[in-house]
């Protein structure tokens, strides 16, 4: 019978059992149909010339929208290089002093430690360390390039936008910035709440930017793109962000209650450009994401005493991440969860409350949701104001149709997914006026994108020939059995940050809630790094097969046995790999006619293996990976 | 240099009946050159140890001097050992198997440690059948005292000096069959699938079980010219597969008639020998001294259970001691006072 994974056909062996081995005197035959067909479906060895499967081990590098080298910046950070730190994050992402405080973190619940150990290393607040404590970097800024003769139009002034012109300015493009708000950073600076967000750290990483020979109109709102066509830019590019507001335009009272009743985006812009100064004692949020978050707790520093959020769904299913649910529950603020708002109740003219339908989730079997009504009494809060966060959309109210600026049915504009050009050759769009609204780092991650398109564009050049990374593959080993790296694992838990006090925060809305690591914590936190960058190369020739890297491995990933097809070598692992997304390191066949199989999932880049390897067949390298940018080599940092 | 292993664990690892994972049975961090076949047959030891889901505090470790005698603080961090001074391991393990016959006792040899200044101990422990699973690490060397040939070095190997061996080697699995060793076994370092059931069977076994593991030295004896190498080795390894099925374990695997040839221990514990024309006989002394014999002179290396006698008698049986181990009888029973003395002098009159 043929057996399933060793390519050979065997009498003598129960029913394709992956777990029999072949064994001596069994009649065992190779040249049958059976093993000429699974020999088609045995796992290559991996490819590992291909940049992305290297890339794909750094879990946190590769989650991260702009692939910001995280491993290389926090080893930095560990040596109290925080300017260096700083620079490589600026190369990626631009504003590492924001990130630091505000980022949406996709790299935290990628990063591998968190598979090993209870938390996943503190990346977003370590890239605040490197902001917090760099020198002046200024004199390692690239500056604005000789003039090339090519006018770029960028339409908003929020972190596509300067992603974008930064990327440009040193190819000596002229960078002509429009934003209808009086200071550059789009929602990051109308939005996003001082308490988070310092003024200081904004004006200063956005000025990095628009020092670099940015001719910026603020205080210019764009009403026809067509009269910006007629300017002759050689290209534009669209990074006005989803800026409009959901409402509740049909639940009974809203009229009347106009007065009480606020657009969360809106009133978030007007209390930062301190048009709005308080509210009502009693305010109702309603909404579970972000928004809503920073709604609730600027309420809180207005004047708020009894501000609750109500949302329609269930608690862990709102759309804010954990951390600032936290944030919102630690400054004394409810949140009550299945209820939907039913009317605005009024009296005497006046706004007095608003009623609530209460609702159960109900999932189905392919865990769809659906919002049941309990057939409770409805319930009843009491209020002063009301703030509506219940989603944002984007429009478009200013591209004339006419433009060849063609937008789908949801009102977005039509997108080469890759080259973010439009249906217009010479418009290019980012950020969340492109796919809708996401986050900073995706804003940023596509102006980069946006940013080779133009440049490719402008020099005549094929759009969809996009620049490879720059990568890099080089030993780590300094001695026999030395690293240039701090291989051991530490065993320290996570940090948390520590806060401003309560009371004192929730008097001054521009007083920063997080007060940041300091150099002790950052350096305890770094070295919670696995270093997941260093890689595992194997060499299949000079491997002698001695089973001192499987006898040493800590996680249990090495393993050397019979090919087979994926599915089958998954379970055939000292450890079973289950997670279909980290990838096996398959090799070459060995002398013994095996292969090694390594599960990357919980690989701790300890190096050990290399350390117990007699032939040097395993060695630790350090890999490195930039996404090449319209401006190659931006900075140096050794 | 690494002197600690990280404590991180692979988070699925399995379970063994008792609840714990593999990592429970791990020692410190080895200090033996990188690629020892030594740390081979360290983590098979825990595993065997693992999967027969052994309790690590009923476990004693007793070694000599050598690199392989250096094994025991490297598996089993949370068991008994005494590391005896060069050759006399066996001298402890006979009093430590006397004092206290619940434990299992694992012995770790080198080539030079058994079959040089312990050769007069070795031998004793065969001819009383201590109960006890010793392991020689055979590498043809000293490696501890960088690489002199030993007395099991083949005939013509070449040491990394370059002068090939004048003597012929010390067989010590053959000595142990014609000693009367009640379990004699041979296996490779490299070879974990042959390996761990070996010792897994070894420690069921009641009474002396001996297993010869060839144990490359990667420094000092893994050259062209060497015999024990792991290139040569794998060359000219003959090995019987086998397979360890304990007895509170229900059967897996089975194999077709005429294929293998089973071996049931004392405590109903099974041995597969998964050689299909089961011509190897393992309970025929006569018959594995040919087999072995008959491999050397074709220049294999015969591996897997060479003998094997389910129903051997070990030393607290033979001399008729106390079912309960010694160490745990108190004053009263060691020494049950004169109305007893007198009852037994009646009987003498
Ligand atoms: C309350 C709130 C909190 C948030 N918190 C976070 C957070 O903590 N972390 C995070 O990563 N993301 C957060 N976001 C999302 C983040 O702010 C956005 O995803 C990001 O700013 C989008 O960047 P952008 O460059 O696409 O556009 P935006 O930042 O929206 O900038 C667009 C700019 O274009 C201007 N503009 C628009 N139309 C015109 C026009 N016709 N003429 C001239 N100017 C125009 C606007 O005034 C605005 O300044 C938050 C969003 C909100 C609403
Ligand atoms: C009484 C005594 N004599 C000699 C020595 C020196 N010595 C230490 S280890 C060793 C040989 C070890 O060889 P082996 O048992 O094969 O172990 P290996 O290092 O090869 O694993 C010798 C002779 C000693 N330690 N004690
Ligand atoms: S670096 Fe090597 S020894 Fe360490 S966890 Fe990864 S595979 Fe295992
Ligand atoms: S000297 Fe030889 S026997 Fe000793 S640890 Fe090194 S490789 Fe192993
Ligand atoms: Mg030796």
């Known amino acids: 019978m043929p057996c399933n994974f060793c390519i050979l056909s065997a009498t003598a062996m129960d029913s394709g059992c992956a777990l029999t081995k072949t064994s001596l005197g069994m009649d065992v035959y190779r040249r049958t149909l059976d093993s000429w067909f699974m020999r088609g479906v045995e796992l290559k060895p991996t490819n590992t010339g291909d940049p992305e499967y290297f890339h794909k081990v750094v879990d946190c590098q590769y989650a991260c929208p702009a692939h910001t080298p995280v491993p290389q910046y926090i080893r930095l950070i560990a040596q109290q290089r925080y300017s260096d730190a700083y620079l490589v994050n600026w190369e990626s992402n631009v504003f590492p002093g924001i990130l630091g405080r505000t980022c949406d973190r996709p790299c935290e619940p990628a990063c591998r430690r968190g598979r090993v150990e209870e938390e996943p290393v503190a990346i977003c607040r370590l890239k605040r360390v490197a902001a917090d404590f760099k020198d002046d970097i200024t004199p390692r800024l690239p500056k604005a390039g000789p003039g090339n003769g090519k006018k770029i139009a960028l339409i908003g002034g929020g972190p596509a936008s300067l992603t974008v012109a930064r990327d440009l300015a040193p190819l000596g493009y002229e960078l002509h910035l429009y934003d209808a708000q009086a200071k550059g950073g789009g929602f990051m600076r109308s939005e996003i709440p001082s308490f988070r967000l310092p003024e200081k750290v904004l004006d200063e990483e956005i000025g990095y930017v628009l020092d670099m020979g940015i001719k910026a109109r603020f205080d210019t709102y764009v009403d026809s793109m067509q009269a910006i066509l007629d300017k002759h830019y050689d290209a534009v590019f669209v990074g006005s962000g989803a800026p409009r507001g959901r409402n509740l335009p049909d639940l009974s009272g809203r009229d009347t209650a106009d007065a009480n009743v606020h657009i969360g985006l809106d009133w978030l812009a007007n209390v930062a450009f301190e048009h709005v100064k308080t509210i009502g004692k009693r305010v109702i949020v309603l909404g579970g994401g972000n928004t809503a978050m920073d709604c609730c707790r600027t309420s809180r520093r207005l004047g708020g005493q009894d501000v609750k959020v109500i949302v329609r769904s269930p608690f862990e299913d709102m759309k804010a991440s954990p951390w600032e649910k936290e944030d919102a529950l630690h400054e004394g603020i409810p949140i009550i969860d299945n209820h939907v708002p039913r009317t605005f109740v009024i009296e005497d003219g006046k706004l007095t409350g608003m009623t609530f339908e209460k609702v159960k989730p109900v999932y189905d079997k392919d865990g769809h949701r659906e919002l049941v009504p309990t057939g409770e009494e409805p319930a009843f809060y009491p209020c002063d104001d009301v703030l509506i966060a219940i989603g944002q959309q984007n429009a478009f109210p200013w591209i004339e149709r006419s433009t060849g600026v063609n937008f789908d049915a949801h009102g977005l504009p039509v997108l080469n997914k890759v080259t973010l050009q439009s249906t217009r050759p010479d418009v290019f769009f980012g950020g969340d006026a492109a796919f809708g609204p996401e986050n900073i780092i995706t804003a940023v991650a596509q102006g980069h994108q946006a940013a080779i398109s133009i440049d490719l564009y402008c020099t005549g050049k094929d759009l969809t020939a996009r620049p490879a990374p720059d990568v890099t593959l080089v030993s780590q080993k300094m001695g026999i059995h030395e690293w240039s790296y701090d291989s051991a694992p530490t065993e320290d838990l996570r940090l948390t940050v520590p806060l401003a006090d309560l009371d004192r925060a929730l008097e001054d809305r521009k007083l920063e809630v997080e007060l940041g690591f300091d150099l002790d914590a950052a350096f305890v936190e770094a070295e919670r790094c696995l270093n997941c960058d260093v890689q595992t190369v194997f060499t299949a020739d000079t491997c002698i097969e001695c089973d001192a890297c499987t006898d040493i491995c800590p996680t249990s990933c090495i393993n050397f046995i019979a090919n087979g097809p994926e599915d089958d070598l998954r379970t055939r692992l000292a450890v079973p790999a289950i997670e279909p997304e980290q990838a096996l390191y398959v090799s070459g066949p060995l002398e013994t006619g095996r292969v090694m199989v390594k599960d990357e999932d919980v690989c701790l880049h300890c190096g050990l293996c290399a350390e117990r390897c007699p032939t040097a067949a395993w060695d630790m390298m350090r890999f490195t990976y930039s996404v090449t940018k319209a401006t190659p080599n931006l900075m140096e940092v050794g | ?349």
């Open chain 2, 1 to 349: 240099m690494s002197f600690i292993k990280p404590k991180f664990r692979h988070p699925r690892l399995p379970t063994n009946a008792l609840g714990f994972t593999v990592a429970d049975y791990d020692g410190a961090i080895s200090t033996l050159c990188a690629g020892c076949g030594h740390d081979s047959i360290s983590a098979a030891i825990r595993n065997a140890c693992f999967k027969s889901a052994l309790e690590p505090h009923r476990i004693a470790k007793v070694s000599g001097i050598g690199c392989s005698s250096k094994m025991p603080t490297y598996f089993l961090g949370r068991s008994h050992g005494f590391n005896s001074v060069h050759g006399r391991m066996p001298s402890v393990a006979t009093g430590a198997s006397l004092a206290n016959r619940n434990l299992t006792y694992i012995g770790v040899s080198g080539d030079g440690d058994t079959a040089s200044i312990g050769m007069g101990q070795f031998i004793h422990l065969i001819r009383r059948n201590v109960n006890m699973t010793y392991i020689v690490a055979n590498n043809g060397c000293y490696g501890l005292t960088k690489g002199q040939d030993s007395a099991t070095a083949d005939l013509g190997s070449v040491s990394k000096g370059g002068a090939a061996n004048p003597f012929d080697g010390i067989d010590l699995a053959s000595l142990a069959v014609l000693q009367g060793a009640s379990f004699v076994a041979r296996s490779f370092s490299g070879d974990k699938d042959q390996l761990e059931p070996l010792i897994r069977a070894a420690m069921a076994h009641d009474g002396f079980a001996f297993i010869d593991v060839v144990s490359p030295c990667v420094t000092f004896n893994n050259h062209a010219g060497s015999t024990r190498s792991y290139g040569s080795t794998r060359d000219h390894l003959d090995a019987m597969p086998v397979d360890f099925v304990p007895v509170r374990e229900e059967i897996r695997a089975e194999y077709a008639e005429g294929t293998s040839h089973a071996v049931t221990l004392h405590d109903g514990s099974v041995i597969h020998l998964l050689k299909a024309d089961a011509g190897y006989a393992a309970d025929d002394r006569t018959g594995a001294l040919t087999a072995i014999r008959s491999a050397q002179q074709d220049r294999r290396i015969l591996t897997g259970l060479l003998f094997l006698d389910p129903n051997s008698r070990d030393l607290n049986d033979t001399l008729e001691l106390a079912s309960r181990p010694l160490n745990e009888l108190g004053k009263d029973e060691l020494c049950p006072g004169s109305k007893m003395l007198d009852s037994i002098n009646e009987g003498l009159r």
